[in-house]
Structure formats: C-alpha cells, structure tokens
C-alpha cells in the first residue's frame, strides 16, 4: 500500500515550457486535491475533485489545469510555466469528503528558471 | 472567510522542555480541526485531529491538542520535546460548506537545541 505517489520529486523548467505532474493514490479515496507551498504561507488549494469525473478550482488556480484521470489518478498542468510558480506541490486524498482527514503525497519541488 | 492562523512563524525550544504551538480559526460553525507535521523535503503527516466530543485529544508522537470554542483556538502541546521533533507544524480546519478543503495557517517552524 503506498499511499499517495507522486512524480516527478524535481523538475526544473525553461518560462514558457509545459509540463504535467501525476499523482495516484491507492486507498479507493473519493477526493483528491493539489496544493502548492511556499515560505510562509502555508499550503493553498489550487485545484481539487470532490469525486471521479469532477474538479472545481481551489483558492490559486490561475495558470494551471487538472485532469481527474480515474479514480486513482488526478494530474496537474502547467502550459506555461512562470517564475511565480517555482513552488513545492503536494497532492493529497481523502474519503469519504466529510470527514476532512487528507493523506499527502511526497511533494514535487519545481522550480522555473 | 474562513482562515487559519498561526501567529508564530518560529518556536525554538530546548529538548526536554514543554512545548505549545498556538492556532486560531475564524469559521462560520464549528470546523473540524487538524495539525499536521513535516519533516524537511517531507509531505505532510497527520498528528491529531478534532471532530467533536472531547475537546482534548491525543495524538501520535505524544502531542495532544485542546479545543477551546470561546477562543477560537487549537493548541498544540508536547510536555517534553524531542530533537526528532524539529520540523514545521500546520494547523488546518475544514467543514460547513467547504465540500472536503482544508484551508491551512502558514505553518510554525519548530527548532530543537540539545
């Protein structure tokens, strides 16, 4: 049972260049959320899927997209990648939604150049 | 709105010394409250978290935390700190209409002198 994975743990990129980080979970969660972390300021919500075939934006989802793939797997998007999304970003899963308790994954630090 | 706040940005205690780490909430009802831990280049680890009942509750790693509706408060406490527990700490709350989020405080960056 691992958890929440997530890949890639580093990524660097060029401003301008795309990129997908995955995440999966392997608890038959329902929810799944990205967030991202910066000094400071803890972790912000930027996308999440209350349930398979559906995602509603978080508090900073400008510059991004989601895909919920399956139940299991939920991908987060840069189409072009700025400086001000050098960041840490965690996926996370919960189940039932009620009960709020989320599980993360290791994080992707990324960093735009 | 609902926020989340935890006021101090960095706690430094000696190891073996008690330890309180403070968050307060500002939510329409009563959320349900969470404090998590990370260790450096770490995801985030579930210590102890509040639904309802016994407004004191106890964790993994000998933490408890107490509830206190009047103050709006979740406090942390570990009566002896380890040099293991040297991470960053977050408080979270969620529930009402919040459909599963959790809105988080900045985080409390804990260092341990030996």
């Known amino acids: 049972n691992a958890g929440v994975t997530q890949t890639p743990k580093f990524q660097v990129l060029k401003t301008g260049q795309s990129m997908t980080l995955q995440c999966a979970q392997d608890?038959?969660?329902?929810?799944m959320y990205w967030y991202r972390q910066d000094p400071g300021m803890g972790l912000r919500l930027i996308y999440y899927s209350a349930s398979e075939g559906t995602t509603d934006k978080g508090e900073v989802p400008n510059g991004y997209n989601v895909s919920r793939l399956n139940k299991r797997e939920f991908s987060l998007r840069l189409e072009s990648a700025a400086p001000s999304q050098t960041s840490v970003y965690f996926c996370?899963?919960?189940?039932?939604?009620?009960?709020?308790?989320?599980?993360f994954g290791p994080g992707t630090r990324l960093t735009v150049t | 709105a609902q926020s989340v706040t935890q006021p101090d940005i960095h706690i430094t205690v000696s190891e073996g010394a008690s330890l309180e780490l403070r968050c307060n909430y500002s939510y329409g009802a009563t959320p349900y409250l969470f404090w998590y831990v990370q260790s450096p280049g770490q995801g985030l680890q579930l210590l102890l978290k509040y639904f309802s009942g016994d407004t004191l509750v106890q964790g993994i790693k000998g933490f408890e935390a107490e509830f206190k509706r009047s103050q709006s408060s979740f406090n942390l406490r570990k009566p002896s700190v380890h040099w293991s527990d040297a991470a960053e700490y977050f408080c979270a709350a969620g529930g009402g209409t919040s459909y599963g989020k959790l809105t988080f405080g900045q985080g409390t960056i804990l260092t341990v002198h030996p």
């Open positions: 996370a899963s919960s189940y039932p939604t009620d009960t709020y308790e989320q599980y």
């Open positions: 608890m038959n969660h329902n929810s």
